[in-house]
């Protein structure tokens, strides 16, 4: 894309991750269901299942494309370090293993069981840390430097890389791809914690469909980016968590945007709407109720702002809209006593 500012990731980039993901991860399908389009009065409610995406969530795009293309241009590098609680590292485990390279996770002490269970499967190897920013970062530091230096080893950062950006947003192409193209849709709303995600999909989606809105779903307990959103024009670095937070079910959720997510959200996303704890859990029950599709706390923040009533008028007019599921790693112990609340 011309005249595009600089740094930001481009519709071609997203376009390239496309080719190299391509027969490795899923095309995974867009369900509808006539009980929610009536019940929204929506013309159109399509559902991006990336819960049914390789390693079960999004996060094998971004890490398929990067561990493709670093392979490729980087062959001395050995081992991939990353932190996360979960999803982005087995998606980085899950690449490596086809890349042959050694994947090394720094997993923070309150990540989901099955999570860590799903790390373990990938023979990823694993370094607990305490559930701080700071503490996974200076994890991170640690291995790097016992990895064997920047000509063997580098990090792989959950969301904040311009390769894990444009794999990310190679859902926005195939979503265009499958509705029927740019015409057939209003809106996509996405999931935000890190912004990897939503930086990329609002890529390719204004890339190629610049009246298709995109709008940033978020836990009101992790609010970053919708303060960060409606602080105004003023400032290019994004807030930081309110204190006492993240406090939220959607642990995939609770990282803070990075100066380089924050600049594509800033240019690229019409909206960041925030989502109660309560109104995360009535989603989860109706989606797992009526599509019969299962789903981790993160992707009900979507579903929230499609299904209740109360975010009506924030989806500005749109009618034909397409929430993305982004995972289905959920604790199935903690299922019907943590995360489903009653209607
Ligand atoms: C299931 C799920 N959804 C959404 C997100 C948020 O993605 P991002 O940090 O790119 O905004 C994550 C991140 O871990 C996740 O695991």
Redesign the pocket.
Known sequence: MSGQPEGLVTLADVQAAGERVRGVVMETPILRSDVFEASTGLAYLGWKCENLQRTG???ARGAVNALAALSRSHPSLEVFVTH??G??GQAMAYACNLNKKKARVVVPSDAPAPKVAGLRRLNADLTFCTPTQKAREETCAKLLAESGGADRARLLH??DDPLVIAG?GTIGLEILAQVGGPSAIDAVIV????????SGVATAIKGLAPNVKVFGAEPLNADDAARSFHAGSGTATPLAHRPGMPDTIGD??K?MLSPRTFAHIRTRVDDIITVTEDQMKQAMRLVMDELKVVI?P??AVGAAVALLPEFRDRLQGCKRVVVIL??G?VDLDKLSSDYISKL
């Open positions: 969530a999004f996060k996360s609680s999803n982005h959950p969301y990310q999931p935000v914690g890190g912004g990897g995600l939503i995939g959720l990282a981790e993160s992707a982004c995972g790693n």
